[in-house]
């Protein structure tokens, strides 16, 4: 594959009210700068994009854009059109074949084929594409779906040359991540998978997080920060428990957590090695009925037990 890693910042209606729709289209923000980085044969071509967009609409900056990212009405007062600076991106992607877009993040194409479709340029010309940030977080190990670049920068062991929220830096840094992701394609079929049972209930989903603590007691384990905090594998919201963690076999607790959008099963178990230290693993599921069922029926003899 040869991946066009895209990066963009865009302008917001100065408030809801005032986003533009016509004729059924909505336009959600407008692209104000547009940076991307070509990785071919696994290197980072020479020859990058990088343009400003002169807005038409939501032409006021609002200050925090403008902190963030350092532009300004002045400069994009000089920028080229959408469509020009379209028709250059697309001639560039063509250029060195790129097949699949990378970015950081889910905004960046949403936000784009929003603006093709509003201007009518279209949207089918835009290439597959995936979001890099699940497939690190993934080979980190970390237990959320969602991590700044920044972060990831420094977990990756990144130099940090360039500063944050310039759309060419930051699709240059998302480029030097993805050239230490290992698998890509394995990970963009995975990523494919969980972006499926994110909107299919009925396929399977199993996240699994393993970990090592010395205590005396598996009760102890359980308050260790690991096995306390919740994040949606899913969507990346903080997530909590209906209730507490209940002990359905020897070494083996069950919960239901929540977040904003789904209802999830976490399975812990526990085991014992040598050195006296609990080893488990953490495994989050897609809840059932009989899952619920079990869960809430061991809350109540928890309950009546304490009564």
């Given at each position: 594959?040869?991946?066009?890693?895209?990066?963009?910042?865009?302008?917001?209606?100065?408030?809801?009210?005032?986003?533009?729709?016509?004729?059924?289209?909505?336009?959600?923000?407008?692209i104000?700068?547009?940076?991307?980085?070509?990785?071919?044969?696994?290197?980072?071509?020479?020859?990058?994009?990088?343009?400003?967009?002169?807005?038409?609409?939501y032409?006021?900056?609002?200050?925090?854009?403008?902190?963030?990212?350092?532009?300004?009405?002045?400069?994009?007062?000089k920028?080229?059109?959408?469509?020009?600076?379209?028709?250059?991106?697309?001639?560039?992607?063509?250029?060195y074949?790129?097949?699949?877009?990378?970015?950081?993040?889910?905004?960046?194409?949403?936000?784009?084929?929003?603006?093709?479709?509003?201007?009518?340029?279209?949207?089918?010309?835009?290439?597959?594409?995936?979001?890099?940030?699940?497939?690190?977080?993934?080979?980190?190990?970390?237990?959320?779906?969602?991590?700044?670049?920044?972060?990831?920068?420094?977990?990756?062991?990144?130099?940090?040359?360039?500063?944050?929220?310039?759309?060419?830096?930051?699709?240059?840094?998302?480029?030097?991540?993805?050239?230490?992701?290992?698998?890509?394609?394995?990970g963009?079929?995975?990523?494919?998978?969980?972006?499926?049972?994110?909107?299919?209930?009925?396929?399977?989903?199993?996240?699994?997080?393993?970990?090592k603590?010395?205590?005396?007691?598996?009760?102890?384990?359980?308050?260790?920060?690991?096995?306390?905090?919740?994040?949606?594998?899913?969507?990346?919201?903080?997530?909590?428990?209906?209730?507490?963690?209940?002990?359905?076999?020897?070494?083996?607790?069950?919960?239901?957590?929540?977040?904003?959008?789904?209802?999830?099963?976490?399975?812990?178990?526990?085991?014992?090695?040598?050195?006296?230290?609990?080893?488990?693993?953490?495994?989050?599921?897609?809840?059932?009925?009989?899952?619920?069922?079990?869960?809430?029926?061991?809350?109540?003899?928890?309950?009546?037990?304490?009564?």
């Amino acid at each position: 594959m040869t991946y066009i890693v895209l990066d963009m910042e865009w302008s917001q209606p100065v408030c809801k009210e005032k986003t533009l729709t016509r004729g059924g289209k909505t336009l959600p923000v407008e692209i104000i700068q547009i940076g991307a980085v070509m990785v071919k044969d696994g290197k980072i071509v020479d020859e990058i994009f990088s343009e400003y967009v002169k807005p038409i609409y939501y032409t006021i900056i609002k200050s925090r854009i403008k902190k963030l990212t350092g532009i300004n009405e002045k400069e994009l007062k000089k920028a080229d059109t959408f469509g020009n600076v379209l028709r250059r991106l697309r001639n560039w992607i063509d250029k060195y074949g790129g097949d699949t877009i990378c970015t950081w993040g889910c905004d960046d194409v949403s936000n784009l084929r929003a603006q093709c479709e509003f201007f009518g340029f279209g949207k089918e010309w835009i290439p597959p594409w995936f979001n890099l940030q699940p497939l690190v977080t993934r080979q980190l190990q970390l237990q959320r779906a969602q991590i700044s670049l920044s972060t990831a920068v420094e977990l990756m062991g990144i130099n940090e040359e360039l500063s944050y929220h310039s759309a060419i830096n930051d699709a240059y840094y998302t480029a030097l991540i993805l050239l230490g992701v290992n698998n890509i394609e394995e990970g963009i079929k995975w990523q494919k998978k969980v972006d499926y049972a994110h909107a299919n209930p009925y396929k399977q989903l199993c996240v699994t997080v393993y970990g090592k603590r010395k205590y005396t007691r598996t009760v102890s384990a359980l308050r260790s920060p690991e096995l306390r905090r919740y994040v949606c594998p899913l969507c990346g919201r903080p997530s909590t428990l209906k209730d507490k963690l209940v002990n359905i076999k020897p070494c083996s607790y069950l919960a239901v957590m929540k977040c904003a959008k789904h209802t999830l099963a976490v399975n812990i178990l526990f085991s014992k090695d040598e050195e006296g230290r609990y080893e488990w693993v953490k495994k989050i599921t897609f809840t059932d009925s009989s899952t619920e069922k079990l869960y809430q029926d061991r809350i109540r003899k928890k309950s009546a037990r304490a009564n």
